[in-house]
């Protein structure tokens, strides 16, 4: 039924802009005419029910303007009457438009003739009234008599008499905006308490909260507007309530949304403020029911509480956060920066609302906190996001180092299972191979020809084999049994002799640039056979003008040693699985068990390789070992 009715409502609204200036062509010859003053009249005593229009009476009258400061209602006077008189006119369908007028009750004559009468049962005192004239009318007295519950009444600003068709454009205007934001506002909320129960459980109160402010912001922009209570005023009774628990359940929800982020405070004064306003909003709901169920029989106590105190609370907590805000904002926190901006408008703007408010003596309708409150809750959406946002990133960031943990877990397990195993296959194998070499070789001695070439064909694979079972021991058994301070200048200058014959074979060159007094603890043999079967598979995937750029150098307590070649590359697949048990870049060459080896010794010497390498651009490898400080005698050994 609502929405029925406020969808007749726009559908006017639009025709009577859009069809307006057409329909009534008359509005360019007779313009809408403005009463800027008028005079007003207490009634003091009990009894006035407006039914007696005061014609007659000339003493009491004292002159109002338009725009200024509304005369104060004296103590013990509830109701007043308002005289002003029409300007001439010709129009068609005359019409009085008063856009605020404070009053409860509210009756209008023109003379004696009672033109319009609205009684509300309901605490709601902002009017905007659309009252009829007839042509008869013209120059006539008009007389509006208000009575009021509340500390306010009579017109607040100018009365205008014109075009019944368009002074409605403005008539219906008057808060529909509000009503459309508040909308806005309620949808977002709903749609945000729902996904909040998709959200990790960290989040979900922060997300809760925010949907309670956004709703309760949604709910009070509907129910302030005088749309509501014009066209529906039906419902105001209820409207009012909706007013009264949003606003109740806005300030703790908010202070609970504001310790979810940044905290307690010091010594838990945002906690204990938040816990305040809580029991005093379940005290001023619990008045409200008692007021509703007796009939409005502490309507007075009840105003005091919910608007006089609750107005003092409000200005309170506004500046206790806004304080806390800017210590936070200090300390650099951008989600505090972020609150500050969006909060601050809000804040500034709704207790300066407030204390204007209270200077007025409640003749003042509070209207830019709407618009305020829309930057700062487009301010907690974004802090929110930043949080989901954050919470995203970390997760997959923890993700990714769980896939690095689980595979460098599976390696350990498959590097422990191959290590066991090849120590016992390497230890059960050398005996018999040297066995059978010793007597391959005293047949080698005593025979000739062809016999004698394949027993030296037979030995040369029986020393492959006890080269490849050296590296399984190796693998299997990375410990040194002899540590010494390894200058690594001239670990690499031996190195270099050892393979740069090999490197000038496959039509390549190696630059060497290693610095002056590098040291490192390991065993000199499997240092440099670590090192030596890097710089072979260099060699191997060098082609024309290939060259090979070993260059060492210490940063802080690390030694680097990069081995960087021009060669053929490796696709990422390739490099992914570089050190795996028996797997071979080079498919044609090789077992597999270099680079696995080389990975143990470096990782015995409690170091680190990393390879980085792109098809047909090369290929780099990085090892990062710890740097020791070098002897007095560089030949000392350390067991």
């Known amino acids: ?181 508040g909308g806005a506002f309620v949808f977002v909320a709903v749609v945000l308490f729902v996904c909040s129960f998709y959200l990790n459980k960290e989040y979900f109160p922060v997300a809760a909260s925010l949907a309670i402010v956004i709703a309760s912001t949604g709910v009070l922009s509907i129910t302030y507007s005088p749309f509501t209570y014009t066209f529906y005023s039906y419902l105001g009774p209820v409207s009012v309530v909706f007013f009264d628990v949003a606003l109740l359940s806005l300030l703790p929800s908010l202070t609970f949304l504001f310790e979810k982020i940044f905290g307690g405070g010091k010594f838990g004064i945002i906690r204990s403020f938040r816990k305040f306003e809580s029991f005093y909003s379940l005290f001023c709901i619990l008045c ?68 204007w408010y209270y200077v007025k003596g409640g003749n003042y309708d509070l209207f830019y906190w709407k618009w305020a409150l829309v930057v700062f809750i ?58 059978t070499r010793g007597f391959l070789q005293l047949l080698s001695e005593k025979s000739n020809g062809d016999e004698r070439r394949y027993l030296f064909m037979a030995l040369s694979e029986l020393d492959r084999a006890a080269s490849i079972i050296t590296d399984f021991l190796t693998f299997a058994k990375p410990e040194f ?61 060098l082609g024309e003008d290939g060259a090979i750029h070993l260059l060492a150098y210490g940063k802080g307590d690390k030694v680097y040693i990069h081995i960087k070649d021009n060669g053929a590359g490796m696709e990422p697949a390739v490099l992914s699985r570089l050190g795996e048990p028996y797997f071979s870049s080079n498919k044609t060459k090789g077992t597999g068990l270099g680079l696995m080896v080389t990975f143990r010794i470096i990782e015995a010497m409690e170091g680190e390789i990393r390879f980085m390498s792109k098809k047909g651009a090369g290929t780099e490898s990085i090892t990062i070992l710890p740097r020791a400080e070098g002897p007095d005698d560089s030949n000392s050994l350390l067991t």
Request: hydrophobic share 45%.
């Open 1 to 181: 039924m609502i929405f029925k009715s406020l969808h007749i409502t726009l559908v006017l609204f639009l025709l009577s802009v859009t069809c307006g200036p057409f329909l009534v062509s008359a509005q360019s010859y007779y313009p809408a005419s403005e009463i800027s003053h008028w005079q007003l009249k207490w009634q003091e005593g009990p009894g006035d029910s407006g039914r007696k229009v005061p014609l007659r009476e000339t003493e009491g009258w004292m002159e109002v303007e338009a725009k200024t400061v509304m005369p104060q209602l004296p103590s013990g006077v509830s109701s007043a009457w308002t005289k002003l008189t029409l300007p001439s006119y010709s129009y068609a369908a005359p019409s009085v438009y008063i856009d605020a007028i404070y009053a409860l009750h509210v009756k209008v004559y023109v003379e004696e003739r009672l033109i319009f009468e609205s009684d509300r049962s309901f605490i709601k005192d902002n009017y905007s009234l659309l009252v009829p004239l007839d042509m008869t009318d013209n120059g006539k007295t008009m007389y509006i008599w208000t009575e009021t519950l509340k500390d306010r009444i009579g017109i607040k600003d100018k009365i205008v008499v014109g075009e019944h068709s368009v002074l409605i454009k403005d008539y219906i205007k008057n808060g529909l905006i509000d009503v459309i934001l």
């Open 288 to 355: 409200l029911i008692v007021n509703t169920l007796s009939g409005d029989r502490i309507l007075e106590f009840y105003y005091f509480v919910s608007t006089k105190i609750l107005g003092i609370i409000m200005i309170l907590q506004f500046i206790l956060l806004i304080a806390c805000v800017i210590i936070f904002s200090l300390k650099r926190n951008k989600d505090a920066i972020i609150f500050a901006i969006g909060f601050g408008t809000a804040a500034l703007t709704g207790a300066s609302e407030l204390v």
């Open 378 to 435: 487009l301010s907690l959406i974004v802090i929110l996001g930043r949080r989901l946002a954050q919470n995203h990133q970390q997760v997959v960031k923890y993700s990714r180092e769980l896939e690095l943990f689980n595979n460098e877990l599976q390696r350990s397990e498959k590097m422990e299972i191959i290590s066991e195993l090849a120590a016992s296959v390497a230890h059960e194998v050398r005996n018999p191979l040297q066995v």
């Open 481 to 541: 049994e002899q540590v010494s301070l390894l200058n690594v200048n001239d670990e690499f200058k031996h190195i270099q002799s050892i393979l740069l014959p090999l490197c000038h074979l496959n039509g390549g060159k190696m630059i060497l640039d290693v610095e002056d007094c590098l040291w490192v603890k390991g065993n000199s043999s499997k240092f440099k056979q670590a090192l030596i079967n890097i710089i072979k598979n260099s060699i191997e995937s």
